[in-house]
């Protein structure tokens, strides 16, 4: 309808046209004024987009810095894993990280092929060793810590002489006492048979001693390994009566503070390690009696404090060397049960500390006791039964005040018994028998307080024995003599007796 001013509807206008419009029908495309957008308002809603827009794009940029710094950590603290041990192509690299597999433990091994030798190999007693010491029973070590390298040697020498079948204290034994089998986590100072220097504080390692029980081994079977070498503090090392064979490393010259090596009654075989002798600076006893040894004692031997040497039971031969009088603090000296032969050099009688020379039963030697024997002016027993050696007995063998024990049976001694033998007033042990000795026996002998044992059978002697002797035969006193015989089983004796064993 057609519009109406408002004047016409009585409304004051103030002059000013206005009209009210009439109903109209609406019209669907006509756009509703409210919904009309300002300027202004469409400037405010742009600069809202855009902040939101900043907004999530620093938002992106923070995570990818995230992600970025978290991958970075994880490679640097997640390296690539090692292969399997079954995989194994050079050590140390595959051996555990905590095993001692640096340049250090590798120039132990002398060179490289040296090396992997025992480590490409996972059945040497080696690598069960650095597998045990890493992975089994780790204490936080780095693989070249003085005491890692103790713990791989110890269980280096276990796994080398069949531990795990050792009769007392192998790992998870039995027959042991509480804590001290071999092979635990707990301290290797507290272990049976070995002791460190101050338990707690110094886990250097200074004595592996396998004592026997009853007289029984503990069945160590094996060789010695020369990763014992590593043990650079041990000063004592004795297996004794066990089954150990094999030879002895050439690398044990390196346990320089070394002062005992007792390995008796085992299965050693090959060369004597003169080495030993000459390269052990603090070696003071060196004892392989009953082993299966070969060759001869080397020609040059020196040492300053070597002071017991036994050697006895084995298989060496030829000849004692002149280089023996070099070994200046030597006390003992036992060769017996050998092969060796020729004669004793006379230097040999430059021995002045000496108190035990023992060289029975090897037939080879030749030859006589010098006179230059009364410079042994220690010497205290010696026995040199079963030998080629023979002539008349020194008179400087009766300088030998000090000799307790004289045994100069089955040999090739001969001329007449002197009555300088009262000059041996601590004779205890005197066995003369089967030789060649002649003439008269002497009266000396009844002036030996302390005589015990009196053996002259088998010898061209006569004469009486004193009822001063054989009353000491049934005497209670302390130094009753148990043992007297002579030659007086034939008719005529030769020796008239009344209290001896005849023979």
């Not at 009953?290 to 039971?313: K, W």
């Amino acid at each position: 309808s057609p519009q109406a001013p408002l004047d016409s509807l009585g409304l004051e206008t103030g002059g000013i046209q206005a009209y009210v419009a009439g109903q109209q029908e609406p019209d669907e495309n006509a756009v509703v004024a409210t919904g009309v957008v300002t300027e202004a308002e469409i400037e405010e809603e742009d600069k809202r987009k855009q902040t939101q827009y900043l907004w999530r794009l620093a938002c992106c940029f923070c995570c990818l810095v995230i992600i970025v710094v978290v991958v970075v950590v994880v490679t640097v603290n997640d390296p690539e894993p090692v292969e399997p041990p079954g995989n194994i192509t050079e050590a140390p690299s595959m051996v555990p990280s905590m095993a001692p597999t640096s340049d250090n433990f590798r120039i132990k091994y002398g060179d490289d092929d040296a090396f992997n030798a025992v480590f490409d190999d996972e059945t040497t007693p080696q690598y069960r060793a650095a597998v045990w010491a890493a992975d089994e029973a780790p204490v936080g070590l780095e693989g070249t810590d003085p005491r890692m390298l103790s713990r791989y040697a110890l269980a280096t020498f276990y796994f080398s002489t069949n531990g795990d079948d050792w009769t007392r204290c192998g790992r998870g034994s039995t027959n042991c006492d509480q804590g001290s089998e071999w092979l635990t986590a707990i301290s290797e100072c507290d272990w049976e048979w070995v002791q460190c220097r101050n338990p707690g504080m110094d886990f250097t390692i200074i004595e592996i001693w396998f004592k026997q029980v009853a007289f029984a081994g503990n069945n160590l079977v094996g060789p010695i390994p020369l990763d014992l070498s590593f043990l650079t503090g041990l000063e004592t090392l004795v297996v004794s009566g066990e089954k150990l064979a094999g030879t002895i490393p050439s690398e044990l010259s390196n346990l320089v503070a070394l002062q005992s090596l007792l390995l008796t009654a085992n299965e050693f075989t090959g060369a004597f390690p003169g080495f030993l002798i000459n390269e052990n600076p603090m070696l003071a006893s060196i004892w392989f009696s009953g082993n299966r040894m070969t060759g001869g004692l080397p020609s040059m031997m020196s040492s300053s404090v070597l002071e017991s040497l036994r050697i006895n039971n084995n298989l060496l031969t030829g000849s004692i060397p002149p280089s023996i009088a070099d070994l200046t603090l030597l006390r003992t000296l036992d060769l017996e049960d050998n092969d060796f032969t020729g004669e004793i050099p006379e230097g040999f009688y430059g021995l002045s500390d000496l108190r035990l020379l023992r060289l029975s039963n090897n037939t080879g030697l030749t030859g006589t006791l010098s006179e230059s024997i009364s410079q042994l002016s220690e010497l205290q027993q010696l026995r040199l039964i079963n030998t080629g050696l023979g002539g008349t007995l020194p008179e400087g063998l009766f300088d030998l005040v000090k000799v307790s024990s004289l045994e100069l049976s089955v040999g090739n001694f001969s001329g007449t018994l002197s009555e300088s033998f009262q000059q041996l007033e601590v004779l205890q042990f005197l066995k003369l028998q089967n030789n060649s000795f002649t003439g008269i026996l002497p009266a000396a002998f009844a002036q030996l307080p302390r005589l015990k044992e009196l053996e002259l059978h088998y010898n061209d002697l006569t004469g009486t024995v004193s009822d001063e002797l054989c009353n000491r035969t049934m005497d209670d006193g302390f130094f009753v003599i148990s043992s007297l015989t002579v030659d007086c089983a034939e008719e005529p004796p030769q020796v008239d007796c009344s209290c001896c064993m005849c023979f």
